[in-house]
Each structure stands twice: as C-alpha cells, then as structure tokens.
C-alpha cells in the first residue's frame, strides 16, 4: 500500500480541507486589489463618492459618466439657487418689508392712544405682544386699537375726574402740547370724555383747579366790549397789535378758558354825572316878544353818594337798590343806544389757574376777554334767537 503515512502533527481531515480550498480558489478567482484611496486624485475621490451615492449598487463608474452626473448637480444647484435668490428679493424680502412698515405704523398708533396714564395699561401690552405676532399687514389692519382704548381712557378719565375736583365741584382740563387749561363743572368734563374717543381723550389730562383772582387793568376793547359782568365765563386770547393800528390773533384757541370774573369795576369818573335838559319856548306878539325857558339839571356823584349813604347821609339799602349792577346798566344802556364811553378803562379780578398768572400779567396789555356763546348771558342768547328765528 502507497499510502504515505499520515503526519502526527496534523489532526485529522486538514489534507481533505486544503484540497477543498484550493479548488474553491480556482473556480472563483480573487478580485483584484483596489487601489488604496490615499493614492486617488481628489477628482476621482469626488467622483466616485458622488458615483457611489448616485448609484448605490455601483463601485465604479466612468469617467464621462462621472462628468455628466457632475454637470446636473452643478446646474441643478444653479437653478435652485436662482429660484431661492428671486424668491427672496421679489416675494420674501418686499413681503416682510411691507410688514414691518405695517407694524411700526400699528405700534406707533397703539403708543399714541395708550400714552400717558395708560402706558402700561394690560390691554396695551397685549394688543403690542398680537401687533408683533401677526403674519400679514391684513392681519395687522385687522386689530382694533381704537375702540379697547376708547373704553380704558373713559374708565381712566372717570375716576380722574371724581379724584381731582375742587369743592366748587370744577375740575381743571389740560391739554397735551398746548398752553390750554380749561377749567369746567364735572358734568361737562364727563360730558366731554363720554362724548370723545381715545384719539381725543389721550392728548387730555384732568387736574384739580389751582386758581388765583389775579387783577388785571384792560381797555373797554380788552374787556368783552365792556359787556362782561360779575360771575362771567369768559376765555382769555392773546393778540398782536401790527404797526398800522390793526389788530391780529396769534392763535385760533384760547390760551385760557373757564375764568370766572369775580369783580369790574370802572374808572371813577364814570360815574360823575352833570347833565342839563333845557327846553325854550318865544311867544311874539305885536312888539312885544316873550322868552320862555325850561331848564333841569342834574348833578351827582355816584361814588359820593355810596359815602353819603356809608355815612347814613343817605338811606342805605334805597341807595345800593337804586345803583346796585350801576356798571352793568350803564353799559347796556350804551349797547342798546349804540353810543358810549369807548375809553372807558376796567380793572377786573379773574379767576386763572395759578401756572397762567405770569402769562397774564406779563400780556395784560394784548389779552383780550371774550364770552363763549355757550355761557353768553340773557341779552345775547335773546339777540342770536331772534336773529336765527326770523
């Protein structure tokens, strides 16, 4: 027998394993080794990492193939980047412009109705936080700011007014970047805040009255005409007197308004009368001619006959029936017959808020009282009814 004696040092069956080995070997062959990817040019690198990704089933690709997928990625990425840079200029961009602009203009309404007093109002800090949140300008336009502002500054203005009331139960109005102060009852301020909305109640202020009488000598021009009479609502204007004699007006609103004139009075000559009525009379007859003549006179001092009667020269409660209002009568004696004392001068004491005293004081010579038709005594309101009614 041919048989070579097995080797102790191999286990059995490792010559049969080894045969099987090769044959495997030899019916399928071993590829062939890659080549190291440190020896590969960056390009071939990209491309076949770009072939690989492309073609997942593919290790390896073509070199004209590698260029023609190279071409449509960068082209492809060309296009998007077009399409996404006109989107942004012509849509996005001119879109969020319009509503940035939208929401300044929004935010910049919302600060002027809630301003002051209601700056930090909640309702303010939340129609901001919606403002800022909106997508759209049509969502910003949509917010109404007009009316939940409306409703906060009448609540705020309602309890500022019965917090700031005198004991004459007036409150004083003042208005935001004007030099107005308006003192008024608190009826006609709530009036005014439930007739309004929050864009005129937002530029107001309510204050208690700090008044002063402040004593002020005026023409009878200055003083109404001389028209105006004890317990007077009267506005005070400011006017410029030009060159020529003419006078103009600095401003179309009143500096102050709501004054109360506490007391007039005239020059004393005024009140100094001597006046004579004398009537004749010629009787001729024949030669003989016959004057006649019937006088009256009278002379008297109105000043001097209140010291008469201080001094018990005269009855004391007849004298002051008699010349009580003796200004005011005279006056309107001189409106209704169109002729008077028209150098007549008037030292007034008028209520003004006490901050508006300089201001009078120092313009006494160009303010001018005038009487607001709606606070306009019995001969006015009498004269404009009879006007309009006929």
Same mark, same amino acid.
């Given at each position: ?26 019916? %399928? ?8 990817? $440190? ?45 996404? &840079?006109?989107?942004? %200029?012509?849509?996005?961009? @001119? ?23 209601? /700056? ?35 609540? %705020? ?31 006609? /301020? ?97 030669? /003989? ?8 006179? %009278? &002379?008297? $001092? ?50 003004? @808020? ?21 606070? /306009? ?14």
């Amino acid at each position: 027998m041919n048989d070579i004696p097995r080797d102790p040092l191999h286990p059995r069956g490792f010559e049969e394993a080894h045969e099987l080995k090769n044959q495997i070997a030899q019916e %399928f062959p071993k590829p062939n080794k890659k080549e190291d990817e $440190d020896d590969l040019s960056p390009l071939k690198k990209l491309n076949h990492k770009l072939g690989v990704y492309l073609s997942p089933k593919t290790t390896r690709i073509s070199d004209d193939e590698q260029k023609r997928k190279i071409g449509v990625i960068i082209t492809t990425i060309i296009i998007l980047t077009l399409v996404i &840079s006109a989107y942004y %200029f012509i849509i996005y961009e @001119p879109a969020q412009e319009q509503l940035s602009i939208a929401k300044t203009t929004k935010l910049n309404e919302l600060h002027d109705m809630y301003s002051g007093g209601l /700056a930090s109002s909640p309702n303010a800090l939340m129609l901001e936080n919606k403002i800022n949140d909106a997508r759209s300008p049509e969502e910003i336009n949509a917010i109404n700011i007009l009316m939940p502002a409306t409703k906060d500054w009448q609540s %705020f203005h309602k309890k500022s007014i019965n917090a700031n009331q005198d004991k004459y139960n007036r409150t004083m109005a003042v208005y935001e970047n004007e030099s107005k102060n308006t003192i008024m009852p608190t009826s006609e /301020a709530l009036k005014i805040v439930n007739e309004n909305d929050a864009t005129a109640l937002s530029k107001i202020k309510f204050e208690t009255p700090d008044t002063v009488s402040v004593p002020i000598l005026v023409s009878r021009l200055q003083a109404g005409a001389g028209l105006v009479r004890v317990g007077s609502i009267v506005d005070i204007y400011t006017n410029n007197n030009s060159t020529d004699g003419n006078t103009t007006s600095n401003s179309t609103n009143p500096e102050i308004s709501g004054c109360t004139v506490l007391s007039i009075m005239r020059y004393e000559e005024n009140g100094e009368i001597d006046s004579e009525y004398s009537k004749s009379k010629m009787t001729v007859k024949g030669n /003989a001619t016959n004057p006649r003549e019937n006088t009256k006179a %009278f &002379s008297s $001092d109105v000043l001097e006959m209140i010291k008469g009667a201080i001094v018990e020269g005269y009855d004391e409660n007849e004298t002051y029936e008699m010349l009580k209002s003796y200004g005011v009568k005279l006056s309107n004696y001189e409106r209704q017959i169109n002729l008077g004392d028209l150098d007549a001068q008037y030292m007034l004491l008028i209520e003004a @808020p006490q901050d508006k005293v300089n201001y009078i004081l120092n313009n006494m010579d160009n303010i001018v009282l005038t009487i607001p038709t709606s606070e /306009a005594p019995d001969w006015m309101v009498s004269q404009i009814s009879s006007t309009y009614q006929n």
